[in-house]
C-alpha cells in the first residue's frame, strides 16, 4: 500500500512537470508569439513562466510530496529550501542596528518595484548600491524582519549580506524543541529584548535559481566561513558577549535557536550594551 502511495505521488509530480512544460510552451509561449515581436514573446513567456507558473507548481508539487519535515533552512518564495539558519543573536532591535552599523553594515532597504528597478540597474551597471534589497526568503512562516548587508569591492554583485527574523524570548523558550517552534509568526516589539535568528552568507555573482529559473544572487557554498567571519568581526569589536557554538548533535539551551534549524554549527551570542 505504501509502495503504491509513492508511485501514486511520483506519477502526479511527472503529470505536473509535463503540464507545467506544455502550459508555458504551446499556451503562453504561442499566445505570446501571435502578439508580440519573438523577443518580447521571449522575455513575457520567461516571466510569467519563472515567477508565476513555475513557483505555483513546485508549491503544488511539494504539497503532493507531503513535505513536512522541520526546517533546517529558510524557504524561498516557491517553497524550496533557501540559506542555512547559522547564527543567533539576543537583543533588542536597536541593540541589533547599532552593531552592524558600528561594522559598517548597511540596513537592507524594503523590496518594492523602486527598489528592484534600483537593484537591476546596479547589478547591471556594477554601481554601488549599499542599502540594496534582498529577496524574501522565509522562516517563522514570514519573511525576514530585518537584513544588514556589506559590499565586497564596492559592486552590488558580491557583497556580505545577514537576514534576521526576531522571536520573543518567551515563546522561543516556551516552544523550544517542538515543532511548533518553527510555526511562531508572532514578532516581539522593537523594544523588546528578542531571538534574532539568522542566516548570513556571501554573494558572489548572478545565478538562477535551480527549477523556477528566477535571476538571483549566487551564493558561495560555504556559510560556515561567512558565519565564522561574521562572528569574529563582532567579537573584535567587542559588541557581542560570550560565543557558544553548537552543532545537531547537541540540543541547544533555552531561549536560543533549536538545534534543528542546520546541519553544521549555529554560533550563538548576546548583543552588548
Known amino acids: 500500500m505504501r509502495l503504491l502511495s509513492v508511485l ?10 509535463f503540464f507545467t512544460v506544455w502550459l508555458i ?36 508539487g511539494l504539497r503532493i510530496l507531503k513535505r513536512k519535515h ?4 529558510t524557504s524561498a518564495g516557491d517553497g524550496l529550501p533557501g540559506d542555512p539558519v547559522n547564527v543567533a543573536l539576543i537583543g533588542t532591535q536597536s541593540q ?29 551597471l556594477n554601481q554601488p548600491y549599499p542599502t540594496a534589497p534582498f529577496s524574501t526568503l522565509y522562516l517563522f512562516g514570514r519573511g525576514q524582519d530585518i537584513g544588514f548587508q556589506k559590499a565586497i569591492g564596492n559592486s552590488p554583485r558580491k557583497r556580505h549580506h545577514v537576514r ?13 524543541g517542538t515543532p511548533g517552534f518553527w510555526h511562531n509568526d508572532s514578532r516581539p516589539s522593537k523594544d523588546e ?46 559588541l557581542i558577549g560570550e560565543v557558544q557554538s553548537y552543532n545537531e548533535s547537541q540540543e541547544l539551551p533555552a531561549r536560543r535557536v533549536n538545534h534543528y534549524v542546520f546541519d553544521g554549527d549555529v554560533s550563538v551570542a548576546e548583543l552588548s550594551g
Do not use: C, K
Request: proline share 3%; aromatic share 14%; glycine share 8%.
Open 8 to 17: 501514486w505521488r511520483r506519477a502526479l509530480i511527472l503529470g505536473l512537470g
Open 25 to 60: 510552451v504551446f499556451v503562453i509561449f504561442r499566445f505570446t508569439d501571435h502578439r508580440l515581436p519573438w523577443m518580447l514573446a521571449v522575455g513575457v513567456t520567461y516571466g510569467i513562466g519563472a515567477y508565476v507558473i513555475l513557483p505555483w507548481a513546485i508549491r503544488l
Open 70 to 73: 522541520v526546517p533546517q533552512y
Open 96 to 124: 541589533l542596528r547599532a552593531a552592524f552599523a558600528a561594522l559598517g553594515w548597511a540596513e537592507a532597504e524594503p523590496l518594492g518595484l523602486g527598489s528592484s528597478w534600483r537593484m537591476i540597474r546596479a547589478f547591471v
Open 164 to 176: 534576521f527574523w526576531s522571536l520573543g524570548l518567551t515563546e522561543a523558550e516556551t516552544t523550544l
Open 193 to 238: 529584548r528578542a531571538l534574532w535568528v539568522g542566516a548570513v552568507t556571501r554573494d558572489t555573482g548572478l545565478s538562477l535559481t535551480w527549477l523556477s529559473f528566477q535571476i538571483t544572487h549566487a551564493t558561495d557554498s560555504d556559510t560556515n566561513a561567512e558565519r565564522d567571519l561574521l562572528i569574529s568581526v563582532l567579537r573584535a569589536r567587542q
